[in-house]
Nanobody
Framework: QVQLVESGGGLVQPGGSLRLSCAAS????????MSWYRQAPGKERELVAS????????NYADSMKGRFTISRDNAKNTVYLQMNSLKPEDTAVYYC??????????????WGQGTQVTVSS
């Protein structure tokens, strides 16, 4: 059973920082692309950032560029999201996503349970 366990969320003031972690297990982490998504109340889930299996390629949603940094440690089976200069509109539940390769080029998506990030004074 694939497991993705997020941690590091919480309440932070505008302009503050948080570092989210996602500990992965029960699949081959080092060959899987990883992403962070978020979902605010009443809104659809949106991509925050993604990172390739080796960490060599990263992508960010436009509103996160320059503020958020995704990284991974394949030795620890963990992906991180460093969030700086947080804004109230960053308030959401943040989800870890694993895109696990299967045979014949297919992939399967797995999700963590989410961690709440609240940016408020």
């Amino acid at each position: 059973q694939v497991q993705l366990v997020e941690s590091g969320g919480g309440l932070v003031q505008p302009g503050g920082s948080l570092r989210l972690s996602c500990a992965a297990s029960k699949f081959t982490f080092s060959t899987s692309a990883m992403s962070w998504y978020r979902q605010a109340p009443g809104k659809e889930r949106e991509l925050v950032a993604s990172i390739s299996s080796t960490g060599g390629v990263t992508n960010y949603a436009d509103s996160m560029k320059g503020r958020f940094t995704i990284s991974r440690d394949n030795a620890k089976n963990t992906v991180y999201l460093q969030m700086n200069s947080l804004k109230p509109e960053d308030t959401a539940v943040y989800y870890c996503n694993a895109r696990v390769p299967q045979r014949f080029g297919a992939t399967v998506n797995y999700w963590g349970q989410g961690t709440q990030v609240t940016v408020s004074s």
